[in-house]
């Protein structure tokens, strides 16, 4: 979970919500179709310019793994220090792309109803006793896209959240600071609800869930996952996965939703639907869909997954590019600068893919 500078100003809050949402308007959804192939020729003539700068990024003195792929066919990959591509690393954050995945193919399967549904359908035995009548009004979309309304569970909060007897009650009797569908309320508590949620309609723990339902897709493999006191998986937060994981579970999104061999996992729908902006992080400016971030890099339209200390996903659909990145998991990322040097690396792998 990114541990973003405290932002404890209601009127900054206020003035985000103002920012234009999309919340249907196809205009502004990313393409899912695969760039077309690149020429062997092409691909012999990047692999050595990608070398050169992954080998530049070695300065980056938390980063630990990169893996670049543009359309199945690696351009690059590293591993720093003692670290491997195929150790299992704390994905923090970027997690939150895998509740948020869980929640498409349970709409697809019909479990849920769609973003639309209200969650007081599967979660009204968990409301406070006379609750606000704002939790009967947020809905699987606004958890998704972080406007739940209510106080975050990251950041300041983060801690007494996870110290409390009962997650999901602790997190459904926090204080409204916004309305349900208004700006921006980065929390962990609304991804972990969504697991909550998956748990409840299909009577399985989320990672049975994710083990059986992305189980056609190659070289994607969940660790070490916690759960909270009544064992519930934390939706978006502290799940074991390799840097290789990480990547094929990007690739999955770059190819709209389908494995190597063409196997459907995901509607493309679901992902067209995931990279729409439907706000603005406070934190840094960039759009947010359902638990992707939105940043223009280099003139490409980049969709990105985000975890505390530097767990990047990158996926640049124009280009054919996935990028995975780990990092360090207990150096900040935010306050530091070391986000916008991965997002610097990022937007000079762009450079020499797109040149």
Request: include cysteine; proline fraction near 5%.
């Amino acid at each position: 979970m990114p541990k973003f500078e405290v932002m404890n100003r209601r009127t900054l809050l206020a003035a985000m919500a103002t920012l234009p949402v999309i919340s249907t308007a196809r205009a502004f959804a990313q393409s899912t179709e695969p760039a077309a192939p690149p020429a062997s020729a092409n691909l012999e003539a990047l692999r050595p310019r990608i070398a050169t700068l992954l080998e530049d990024a070695r300065r980056l003195d938390t980063l630990e793994t990169v893996i670049v792929t543009r359309n199945s066919e690696t351009l690059g990959e590293r591993a720093y220090g003692n670290n491997s591509l195929t150790g299992s690393t704390n994905i923090k954050s970027a997690s939150k792309c895998v509740v948020s995945a869980l929640v498409g193919i349970a709409i697809d399967k019909g479990l849920l109803e769609g973003v639309d549904q209200r969650i007081e359908t599967v979660l009204r035995s968990e409301f406070p006793a006379n609750p606000d009548p704002r939790l009967s009004q947020i809905t699987i979309g606004h958890l998704l896209s972080m406007r739940s309304g209510l106080d975050r569970m990251s950041g300041p909060n983060y801690g007494r959240w996870v110290a409390s007897r009962n997650w999901t009650r602790f997190a459904l009797a926090a204080d409204f600071v916004d309305e349900p569908g208004g700006g921006m309320l980065y929390s962990t508590a609304s991804t972990h609800l969504l697991s909550v949620i998956l748990t409840k309609v299909s009577g399985k723990p989320t990672l049975a869930l994710a083990r059986e339902w992305l189980e056609p897709l190659e070289g994607f493999r969940i660790g070490s996952w916690d759960r909270d006191p009544q064992g519930f998986y934390l939706g978006g937060n502290q799940m074991a996965m390799t840097p290789r994981s990480l990547h094929a579970f990007g690739e999955l999104y770059r190819r709209g939703g389908v494995t190597e061999d063409g196997t459907r996992v995901i509607s493309e729908a679901w992902i067209r639907e995931s990279w729409i902006r439907r706000t603005n992080s406070v934190f840094n400016g960039d759009g947010y869909g359902y638990a992707w971030f939105l940043k223009e890099m280099a003139g490409q339209q980049v969709n990105y997954a985000w975890g505390y200390g530097g767990q990047m996903l990158y996926i640049t659909p124009s280009l054919g590019l996935t990028v995975a990145m780990t990092s360090n998991e207990a150096a900040p990322s935010a306050r530091t600068g070391y986000r916008d040097e991965l997002h610097g690396l990022m937007t000079r792998i762009i450079e020499t893919v797109g040149a």
